[in-house]
């Protein structure tokens, strides 16, 4: 049956449409002001400058790497928020703190899109105003996902399968795209908040997530189960169809070492994979 929207609904679908524009223009901004600082900082002070601004530059995860790696050194860290065709793309940044090192940033694709709809959705649930706050929003989601008991125990799924986040809060619901043959994206598509849930949602994921034993996982499935029969058909689904996927290993063709000078190998390995990066232009300033 079609509902229609009442002006507030309407209304507050249009406020977060142009807030998602100023967000962009905001974010446009911090990628222009932190290029200009990476250019006159030394790598201390730019690594201050991230740590204490990153949520207002659309920043997080901002860390600084004491092991050297190879030609580049020492390592500042973070992930980075950036817009793209109105989407908004979680890009990994490693910046060489070496001298004389030539490359100053190098980025790479975490493989997750938040859709134009999925993240003005996330603005008009979550009240977000500014960048600040949409980051802050963004780096829950995923610190919550990455710390779970479930990616410790079963990591991430097939990657040919749709499936649905489930937190407490809020379910976002995904689908693989590959862009190129060996290029694996995981697109955001919508997501709902947990006012929206109805009584039978809320029960379903309250279920899941205890059956799991975890505050966040993921699920084959492309929405919330209609019942609890068909969420534990779902679950047992999602247990055959888990994998762990060591990017390193995908971009470099290196296992990740064990036994004798494990660490050295570990830090040659990331040295190369970061080469890798280059060769395939993903900079991101």
């Known amino acids: ?39 006159k900082c030394s790598p201390t002070a730019f690594y201050e400058y991230l740590r204490k601004k990153q949520f207002e530059i659309g920043h997080y995860g901002v860390q600084r790497h004491t092991e050297n790696f190879g030609r580049f050194g020492k390592l500042t860290e973070a992930t980075s928020l950036v817009s793209k065709n109105e989407n908004l793309y979680l890009v ?26 999925c993240v ?8 977000i105003k500014n960048l600040k706050g949409l980051a802050e929003t963004i780096e829950k989601i995923e610190r919550t996902v990455r710390n779970s008991d479930f990616t410790s125990h079963y990591g991430s799924l097939d990657q040919d399968v749709e499936y649905t986040i489930v937190l407490a809060d809020l379910v976002i619901f995904a689908k693989p795209d ?16 947990s006012n929206e849930f109805s009584s039978k949602q809320s029960t379903v994921v309250k279920h899941i997530l205890n059956s799991l034993n975890t505050d966040a996982c993921l699920i084959a499935s492309q929405d919330i189960p209609s019942s609890i029969h068909h969420a534990n058909n779902v679950i047992e689904s999602t247990k055959v169809r888990v994998a762990h996927y060591d990017q390193l290993e995908a ?27 280059l060769k395939q232009n993903k900079e991101v300033v």
């Open 92 to 117: 990994k940044q490693y910046f060489p703190n070496k001298k004389g090192c030539l490359e100053r940033v190098i980025g790479t694709d975490l493989g997750a899109v938040y859709t134009k709809h």
């Open 178 to 193: 590959f862009e190129e043959s060996d290029v694996f994206t995981a697109i955001y598509k919508s997501c709902l908040t």
């Open 1 to 39: 049956m079609e509902t229609h929207k009442t002006k507030a609904e309407l209304q507050a679908e249009k406020d977060s449409e142009a807030l998602w524009v100023k967000i962009q223009q905001e974010i446009c901004s911090a990628q222009i002001s932190k290029s200009l600082r990476l250019q």
């Open 251 to 277: 971009i470099t063709g290196i296992p990740s070492p064990d036994g004798f000078k494990a660490a050295a190998k570990e830090r040659g390995r990331f040295s190369k994979f970061l080469e890798e990066m």
């Open 120 to 127: 003005e959705r996330l603005i008009m649930r979550r009240a």
